[in-house]
């Protein structure tokens, strides 16, 4: 049957399960929406306020269901508009399909209006790119897009269309979508076994989990393999919730923010069993005495990762989901009850900790836990309050925490946490902003209005740059540069002017009251919670120090 370019853009969305779309129309994408429009019923376009709000958003989606996040762009400044948003899932590894259209196939390389070569500008930030020029490889072209974005270590594709590609028609025929199988070819039982012979040799082991065993949907695997180990668990900020995060084996967060367990147990341990993680310079701190007491063994999908940031003494390539289940069948049970002992010691003597009067970040946290009962899909942006966000708050269950991770994309949070709660209509969507953060991209508030999604935006206001503040003062003799944003912008008045209930808090008490109150609405509500400037992220590593060397404000530095 013949059909045109933009009618086989909408069947092949259909063909791959889409129901929503994120995006922001234009000349260029002009066919594509107008094609839209007649299938309004079976795909929801959601018109957010910016093109970045679209790319977060379907990022948010994707990482809150593990199903591929769609997104739409015109041509020229819509689709470089797109690429913060595509950085940021390229770095965390999230599924996301990214479809621009561009001039006409005679126009490219003009300089015509509204043209850039978007293809060539996101390519170190995609999977896979391509820019369509012959209308019968479309089809084809958009379901590779699909199995790439999802294959193996998973990860943004743009697909960019000329205007004129479109319009024109050729034979469509519609094809069900293949099954995206699981990376296993280099699964081999030498490999399992070495890594049992490292296990079972080990005194003190720890198990160190990243975002690969959310992607994997390791969950379940895991926690098998952490009994059977008889290990403590540590996690990423990308990790949370692979682990259940009210275990008892649970240690905290690792790294410049990690816990003072999580942090001496990596460093005293004879045994690092890496799970999907990539040893981010942030875990890490000074590479050369990481984890220098153990043997590495690294586990991920993506075998670039093996050996880049840390040299490790074993690995294993494939999914992470794959290869637990096949050691879980071969390992014997172990028992490391003197290594368990001393790590529970740790979690008693070094335990999270915050002044216990006045509003504060880690209280707004632990409050949301409290009233949500551990069962909200949790947003952040960036800075301090993500990293509060990450250790009061309990994670249970894998994508409950959505975070920019590897970019630390300001502004990243409320798009992201518009694609959560259209994607989990049934879940509360709560999404912590510093007031630094949510100036980047507040305009969203206004699309989760239109929209009359219940999510509760919170900022926890301390009229700063937060985190850089924070180094300012730690390291740069409290010379405050360009971080003070104490301006009187009034987010309360700016979020009823865009159709949003919202409320201040300066105590505790007014926090309690107003987010039982936002738990019940179901419209958008913003919570300007306001703190104190100099609150600090605690403990906390120096940059480029050892991570055993993690201090608190109460520490000499």
Not at 294 to 321: F, M
Not at 436 to 451: I, K, P, S, Y
Not at 517 to 536: F, H
């Amino acid at each position: 049957m013949q059909k045109t370019g933009a009618q086989i853009v909408i069947e092949c969305l259909k063909e791959q399960g889409v129901d929503t779309v994120f995006g922001y129309p234009g000349g260029a994408i002009l066919n594509v929406y107008d094609e839209l429009y007649k299938h309004k019923n079976e795909i929801h376009h959601v018109l957010t306020s910016h093109e970045q709000g679209a790319a977060h958003a379907a990022d948010g989606y994707a990482r809150s269901t593990g199903k591929v996040g769609v997104c739409f762009a015109t041509s020229g400044p819509g689709a470089t508009n797109l690429v913060t948003g595509i950085a940021t899932a390229y770095m965390d590894s999230v599924p996301v399909v990214a479809i621009t259209c561009n001039v006409t196939v005679p126009l490219l390389g003009k300089d015509s209006f509204q043209e850039i070569d978007i293809a060539g500008i996101t390519m170190p930030i995609t999977k896979h790119n391509f820019i369509v020029k012959d209308i019968t490889k479309l089809a084809e072209t958009i379901r590779r897009a699909f199995q790439i974005a999802q294959k193996g270590r998973p990860g943004p594709v743009l697909v960019d269309i000329p205007k004129d590609i479109t319009a024109s028609k050729t034979e469509y025929s519609a094809v069900a979508p293949s099954g995206v199988s699981r990376v296993t070819e280099e699964i081999t039982e030498q490999a399992l076994l070495a890594a049992l012979a490292m296990i079972e040799a080990a005194k003190r082991p720890f198990i160190f989990v990243g975002g690969g065993a959310v992607i994997s949907g390791a969950s379940d695997e895991l926690s098998a393999f952490v009994r059977k180990v008889n290990a403590p668990v540590c996690d990423t900020l990308m990790g949370k919730g692979a682990f259940d995060g009210t275990d008892e084996l649970y240690t905290g967060m690792l790294g410049m923010h990690g816990t003072k367990t999580s942090n001496l147990g990596v460093s005293g341990c004879d045994l690092l069993i890496a799970l999907g993680v990539r040893f981010s310079d942030r875990v890490v701190g000074n590479a050369k005495e990481f984890a220098k007491n153990a043997k590495i063994l690294q586990i991920d999908v993506d075998a670039a990762e093996i050996n880049k940031n840390i040299n490790v003494d074993a690995h294993i390539v494939g999914d992470l989901r794959e290869v637990l289940a096949r050691l879980n069948e071969k390992l014997e049970q172990q028992s490391h009850s003197e290594w368990i002992t001393r790590i529970m010691e740790y979690k008693k003597d070094y335990p999270l900790s915050y002044p216990q009067d006045g509003l504060s970040g880690p209280f707004v946290v632990e409050e949301i836990y409290r009233a949500t009962k551990g069962g909200a899909v949790i947003v952040t942006e960036v800075g301090q309050h993500q990293m509060w966000a990450a250790q009061y708050y309990k994670y249970a269950a894998p994508r409950s925490l959505l975070t920019s991770g590897g970019l630390g994309t300001m502004g990243y949070g409320l798009g992201a946490a518009i694609g959560a709660q259209i994607a989990n209509p049934n879940r509360q969507v709560v999404n912590i902003a510093g007031d630094g953060c949510f100036r980047m991209n507040m305009n969203e508030l206004a699309t989760a209005a239109r929209e009359k999604l219940p999510l509760i935006q919170i900022i926890i206001n301390n009229h700063v740059l937060g985190m850089v503040r924070q180094w300012q003062d730690l390291f740069y003799e409290k010379r405050y540069s360009a971080t003070v944003l104490d301006d009187g912008v009034d987010y309360v008045k700016l979020a009823e002017a865009m159709g949003a209930q919202a409320y201040r808090a300066v105590s505790r008490e007014e926090f309690g009251m107003v987010f039982q109150k936002a738990l019940t609405s179901d419209v958008p509500v913003l919570i300007d919670c306001v703190i104190g400037c100099d609150d600090k992220v605690w403990p906390m590593v120096a940059p480029g120090a050892d991570i055993s060397t993690c201090f608190t404000g109460d520490d000499p530095v």
